[in-house]
């Protein structure tokens, strides 16, 4: 589903060159859910951003589904972007738009004709257990209801991925709990891989398949979740664990002894 190799992203500021990301090189498989965590800075929030070019990479390349995004010209990458859907920490509702409004916008940005939009939006409100609020505006739901709209316009062109960026850090812990459930529900019923990136470390925990483990801009570690949580291998994960309580899972999962393995460890 991604390819990223070689991956580096630098930020000229008044102080001279930021290098926010540098030789950032992973897959994700397609139906999995992939974790990306590390501490504030990091460099997560600006590989998300990458993934979908949003900011584009200085060195490397990332393809997906086979295209290399360098590739493309604008009309091509609008295209790609419409099977990348989109879950942001604050929701980035429209305010003057109903419920309703804010799921159909991607698809009439997309020309869906006016009858299938509506039946999409219909499907989309069920599938996030909002019906009852389609005609309500942003400002009359809770936190936790304005994310299950975000997720619902996020699915809207029907993608086959979704970037989740620090999408439960502004909820708390019950409402955290009911969004997690509803994407391992979109990942296992609608078959949708999920790049997943917090550093709330128990909500990578409960979600991915396998985790990446970022430090300083580098990819220093990655393995099943299992691997890293329980063995890890890399000095900034051991920190990264040492310094942040994990709440206990939903979903339990099998715990498998061999140790993670380090980036640019030989084996």
């Known amino acids: ?40 800075g990091a460099g997560k929030s600006t590989l998300v951003r990458c993934l979908n070019y949003l900011e584009r990479p200085t060195t490397g390349t990332i393809q997906v589904a086979g295209r290399d995004l360098a590739t ?21 509702l429209l305010k003057l738009r109903t419920v309703a409004q804010n799921i159909a916008f991607p698809l009439e940005i997309a020309r869906w004709p006016r009858e299938k939009i ?46 989740s960026d620090e999408a ?4 708390d812990t019950e409402t955290t709990q009911s969004i997690l459930g509803l994407l391992q529900h979109i990942n296992r019923n609608l078959g949708v891989t999920i790049v997943i990136i917090s550093h709330e470390l128990a909500v990578i925990k409960q ?12 990819l220093v570690e990655m393995g099943t979740a299992a691997q890293v949580f329980t063995r890890p291998h890399a ?21 498998s002894l061999e140790p993670a393995l380090a980036v640019g460890e030989v084996i």
């Open 1 to 40: 589903m991604i390819k990223v190799k070689n991956l580096g992203k630098e930020f000229t500021t008044p102080q001279g060159k930021l290098t926010a990301l540098q030789n950032i090189s992973f897959t994700v498989v397609e139906g999995e859910v992939f974790g990306i965590m590390g501490p504030s």
């Open 72 to 92: 493309l010209n604008p009309r091509e990458l609008a295209r790609v972007r419409q099977q990348m859907g989109m879950i942001f920490q604050h929701f980035n």
């Open 118 to 163: 509506k039946d999409r939006v219909e499907e989309l409100l069920n599938i996030v257990g909002l019906t009852d609020k389609a005609q309500a505006y942003p400002h009359q739901l809770s936190g936790g209801q304005k994310q299950r709209v975000g997720i619902a316009r996020a699915l809207a062109c029907r993608p086959r991925l979704l970037l």
């Open 168 to 171: 439960t850090s502004a909820l």
């Open 207 to 218: 979600m991915a398949h396998r985790v990446a483990v970022l430090s300083e801009g580098q």
């Open 235 to 255: 000095a900034a994960t051991k920190r990264l664990l040492t310094t942040d309580t994990l709440a206990p899972p939903v979903r339990s999962q099998p715990l």
